[in-house]
């Protein structure tokens, strides 16, 4: 009774493995380095263009780790990130036949070799599957005499401190003769003040965030880190107070978000799709830097920190000078 029992589930589990038709997974490049994009795209053939179900993913493509020379998967984890969102269509194929297909732009931001599990597919009630494929990313070849550093983000450092201290010395050295001097300048800015009193008080002008974005962009520049081995901190600090600018001037938190997820937020916020594929360049490059060991030269330096300047410029208000 028991083996008819155990021969009854092997028939079962056969047959409900053969129902399901396997589809064709097909990846731009196979070997690719770290921050480069490639394609993902299923395909399959349909018996019509209904009730088709696909789980689709959002930002990221978990995949396992894969030890190379080595048929074991390790039990690590890797976000594969989506850089173009899911889309899919059916197109026409020989006789007529319907060809359902489906793809993702992916990138990576570590090394190895990785797998993407199988995945499955439903259509009119029927399970069809796309067997699992590996990838193989390799870091970016590091530049002769490049500095490597870990990955640490920053702020720009404020010159407050090291300036006090210079003033501290200053007056250290001339506070002898600077008191009867401070005493005379005291007395005539009373008399003065005095007889101005009448006169409307002149309001401190404050500056506007893009003048402020922009002299914070300068200050970097005249900076020139990228010649002192810190190109990283330079790329940092620029996307930094890129970030700071959009999310103070769409009211929108970006600092935190990844250059696909500041891309979809843009996109919401009603910004012209050149303006955000040149940002998108921006932080791109900032992330090639940061994490893929990228080394642009001083050229693409400076093009890159104009091309950020040029996005403060068309997309703050117009100013207009001498307005109370």
Not at 217 to 245: N, T
Request: charged fraction near 25%; charge should be positive.
């Amino acid at each position: 009774m028991k083996n008819w029992l155990l021969i009854y589930c092997i028939v079962l589990f056969l047959g409900n493995l053969f129902s399901q038709e396997v589809g064709r997974t097909l990846i731009g490049s196979n070997q690719f380095l770290i921050g480069q994009q490639t394609s993902l795209t299923y395909m399959i053939k349909v018996d019509s263009k209904e009730k088709i179900h696909f789980n689709q993913y959002s930002n990221f493509i978990p995949a396992n780790r894969f030890i190379q020379n080595s048929n074991i998967s390790s039990k690590e984890i890797v976000e594969l990130e989506i850089m173009q969102e899911f889309h899919d269509t059916i197109v026409s194929g020989k006789d007529n036949e319907l060809i359902w297909v489906g793809g993702y732009k992916i990138t990576a931001w570590d090394s190895g070799y990785f797998e993407i599990p199988k995945i499955e597919l439903s259509v009119n009630g029927k399970q069809l599957i796309f067997p699992a494929q590996v990838l193989r990313v390799d870091l970016v070849p590091a530049k002769k005499g490049q500095d490597i550093y870990d990955i640490k983000e920053s702020f720009v450092e404020l010159p407050a401190e090291p300036l006090s201290i210079k003033i501290k010395n200053f007056f250290n050295s001339i506070w002898w003769w600077l008191v009867p001097l401070l005493l005379v300048g005291l007395g005539a800015w009373i008399y003065f003040r005095w007889k101005k009193v009448a006169k409307k008080p002149v309001k401190e002008k404050v500056l506007s965030l893009k003048k402020r974005t922009l002299m914070a962009i300068d200050a970097l520049e005249k900076e020139k880190l990228w010649e002192k081995g810190k190109l990283k901190k330079h790329y940092i600090e620029l996307s930094f107070i890129l970030r700071s600018y959009l999310a103070a001037r769409y009211d929108v938190n970006l600092l935190e978000k990844t250059t696909q997820e500041t891309k979809l937020l843009l996109t919401k916020k009603g910004l012209n799709k050149e303006t955000i594929e040149a940002i998108v360049e921006i932080l791109i490059q900032s992330d090639m830097v940061k994490f893929a060991k990228s080394s642009p030269d001083e050229f693409s330096v400076l093009r890159i920190s104009i091309l950020a300047k040029q996005i403060i410029e068309e997309t703050s208000p117009i100013e207009f000078e001498n307005v109370d």
